[in-house]
């Protein structure tokens, strides 16, 4: 009998839902479904860096996506479904009362953002992170020494800190904090009571300063010091952790309804969107996986004798089996990446959407027409942009626009633009964008490097890496190394469907699944040593230009 498993996707916008053939890694069917809440704009406000989810937008969505799937599928396919398992985006955490509920989905708290999910780049946290990296400094122990010696406001304490502080309501109702891809498997396995919860080694180790030295997380005595708010907290977490492979229960009959799946069918521990798609992309000690979207996460493993007792300086954090296990992943990554080049899509195109144009037209031709250009921007601006010399357009770019996540996390950073002239015109500012995000990706594989873990190629997974050649080009030739590109257009998805197939008891390991299940190279960029010099004289301006906003700060 055919068994097939399902891996489960949910980004910033949207939810995928992936069904692969265990015998051979096909991709049977995917559907996707975006989040209603979210797409309208509702309990976000952009100029305070409040990003936040509404738990029904997650619920609702879940539903809708695997449903459609099965119009997709094969006949009969959702009866030999084995396993499911889930990425999200993180650190995306919610606050839960002592039933383990998400606030949101209380009638009192329906409205409220400071009670649903913050979402990974939400950074309204800044001073609280800042105030958990001095005081980790000041400890004896430094609890953040495994997640690069700063501590980010894209990450768990911070963000819960932030929203006690901010809001009496919540801080009252809160029990506990929960992660996104830990509370998708609970809820599907009926474990969200505090009593029953177990929570994943990825989320925990990543951003929560979990670590079995010193027996889970930090001591109450380090949170108080920071604030007596956090009393108590880290002892309603739980102090064991579990990795993806391992299986978190089972489908219940609620949800087994909801979804049309058997009752029983394993789910697995969750892990973060990057750390599975590295394992879709057949992730090894020396490569580099580089998930390109809105944003990046760089995802390398080393073996422990490789590791030894180093800790690496400005990433976000090195966990033992936050990958696959028996080796210790690290994380590092870029605040943005498409959302640079969308940030100036959206800037030059301001008029289409705000300036009443002629009568002729009606509204929706308008309107159509207005979407028609604005999908066909950054096309032609990198189609202009690969025209120009290496060089040749003097001007610099920061990629710093939603701050800076590695290497050395700073969300009070800006992006800054230097060289503009009057000659200067839209695929020249476009190129020196691009660039940026090219520079920006540079200094992370420089960090690793330069702290000991080797980075000889770089896989990229998601949207960029197929949609543009000058894009891609550009970075091999700013790495100077050579860039494969997967063939999945769903590699993190893909990556949840290998681990379900071991949870399911398809596969004895995580290796053994990828063998058959991973996802094969389409393309491979290779740098140019001409231009690679070019760039290198480039990425100094880059660096200066950098020092610069750095200390005007």
Not at 226 to 239: E, V
Not at 262 to 269: A, D, L, N
Request: glycine share 8%.
């Amino acid at each position: 009998m055919t068994r097939y498993t399902l891996g489960l996707d949910y980004g910033s916008d949207s939810v995928r839902a992936l069904l692969v053939d265990t015998s051979n890694g096909k991709e049977i069917a995917t559907n996707v479904v975006y989040y209603p809440r979210w797409k309208q704009g509702l309990f976000c406000e952009p100029a305070k860096d409040q990003f936040r989810q509404h738990p029904l937008d997650y619920v609702e969505s879940l539903e809708q996506v695997v449903q459609g799937l099965w119009a997709q599928a094969p006949a009969g396919a959702a009866e030999q479904v084995v396993g499911i398992s889930f990425d999200t985006t993180g650190s995306t955490p919610v606050a839960v009362d002592e039933n383990g509920v998400a606030l949101a989905l209380k009638p009192e708290f329906a409205e409220n953002p400071n009670a649903m999910f913050v979402l990974w780049k939400d950074h309204t946290a800044i001073l609280e992170a800042q105030q958990i990296t001095q005081a980790s400094a000041k400890s004896d122990e430094n609890y953040i020494k495994y997640e690069g010696g700063i501590y980010s406001s894209e990450w768990f304490w911070a963000k819960a800190l932030h929203v006690l502080r901010e809001d009496e309501s919540v801080r009252n109702a809160a029990h506990s904090w929960v992660e996104h891809c830990d509370w998708m498997s609970a809820l599907i396995t009926g474990t969200t009571h505090p009593s029953a919860f177990r929570a994943s080694r990825c989320a925990a180790g990543h951003k929560q300063m979990w670590h079995e030295s010193w027996g889970g997380y930090p001591p109450n005595e380090f949170f108080t010091s920071i604030d007596p708010l956090l009393d108590g907290l880290r002892d309603r977490l739980p102090a064991q952790t579990f990795t993806a492979e391992e299986k978190c229960g089972e489908l219940t009959q609620e949800w087994a309804d909801k979804l049309g799946l058997p009752v029983g069918t394993v789910v697995t521990f969750s892990a973060f969107d990057c750390h599975m798609g590295a394992v879709g992309a057949n992730v090894k000690p020396g490569v580099l996986t580089k998930v390109m979207g809105t944003s990046t996460c760089d995802i390398a493993i080393a073996s422990y004798e490789d590791m030894g007792d180093k800790c690496i300086k400005g990433i976000c954090g090195q966990v033992d089996g936050s990958v696959v296990p028996g080796m210790v992943g690290l994380e590092a990554g870029q605040s943005a990446f498409g959302d640079l080049y969308a940030w100036f899509r959206n800037l030059i195109n301001w008029p289409l959407k705000n300036i009443e144009a002629s009568d002729v037209l009606d509204a929706e031709t308008k309107a159509k027409l207005a979407q028609e250009i604005e999908d066909k921007t950054l096309f032609k601006l990198g189609e202009e942009a690969a025209k120009l010399p290496i060089g040749s357009t003097g001007v610099t770019a920061l990629d710093w626009v939603n701050g800076r996540r590695t290497p050395d996390a700073d969300q009070t950073v800006a992006m800054a633009i230097t060289g503009l002239k009057m000659g200067s015109h839209a695929p020249q500012i476009y190129r020196s964008l691009v660039e940026a995000t090219a520079f920006g990706a540079r200094a992370i594989i420089e960090r690793f490097k330069s702290e000991g873990v080797a980075i000889d190629s770089v896989v990229t997974i998601g949207g960029i890496s197929k949609k543009s050649d000058f894009v891609m080009q550009t970075c091999a030739d700013v790495w100077n190394c050579p860039i494969d590109v997967l063939e999945s257009e769903q590699s993190c998805a893909l990556g949840a469907a290998i681990f379900a197939s071991v949870a399911a008891g398809v596969y004895p390991s995580v290796a053994a699944a990828q063998e058959v299940m991973a996802s094969p190279v389409c393309k491979t960029y290779q740098p140019n040593a001409e231009n690679a010099a070019k760039f290198d004289e480039l990425y100094k301006n880059y660096q200066a230009l950098g020092a610069y906003v750095e200390s005007s700060k």
